[in-house]
């Protein structure tokens, strides 16, 4: 089984940075997407940011200009660059990658989350 791995997560100030990355444990044959997704508690799981093999990104509005996520292929990881934070921010964050087998078959992964908090 693949496990991914969350880390840099912690304490930010409103204002200031955080970068997140993602790895695999062992090497996955095609990652479609990767992506980066975020919970509090009370609510839904919802889709931060995400990532195509093409290069091709999406935003959610919320971070839009704000966020940047970017893939490395040649590592198997996904990085997400946080500016701007605001505690509106403040979740736990999960990275996804959306696999496919030499036999095409589509598996998806989560990493175990890692905490952000914004605060002054």
């Known amino acids: 089984q693949v496990q991914l791995v969350e880390s840099g997560g912690g304490l930010a100030q409103p204002g200031g940075s955080l970068r997140l990355s993602c790895a695999a444990s062992?090497?996955?044959?095609?990652?479609?997407?990767m992506g980066w997704y975020r919970q509090v508690p009370g609510k839904q799981r919802e889709l931060v940011a995400m990532?195509?093999?093409?290069?091709?990104?999406t935003y959610d509005d919320s971070v839009k200009g704000r966020f940047t996520i970017s893939r490395d292929n040649a590592k198997n990881t996904v990085t997400l660059q946080m500016n701007k934070l605001k505690t509106e921010d403040t979740a736990v964050y999960y990275c996804?990658?959306?696999?496919?087998?030499?036999?095409?078959?589509?598996?998806?992964?989560w990493g175990e989350g890692t905490q952000v908090t914004v605060s002054s």
């Open positions: 990532v195509g093999d093409s290069g091709r990104t």
């Open positions: 996804k990658y959306k696999t496919t087998t030499k036999a095409t078959a589509i598996r998806d992964y």
């Open positions: 062992e090497i996955i044959f095609r990652i479609l997407i």
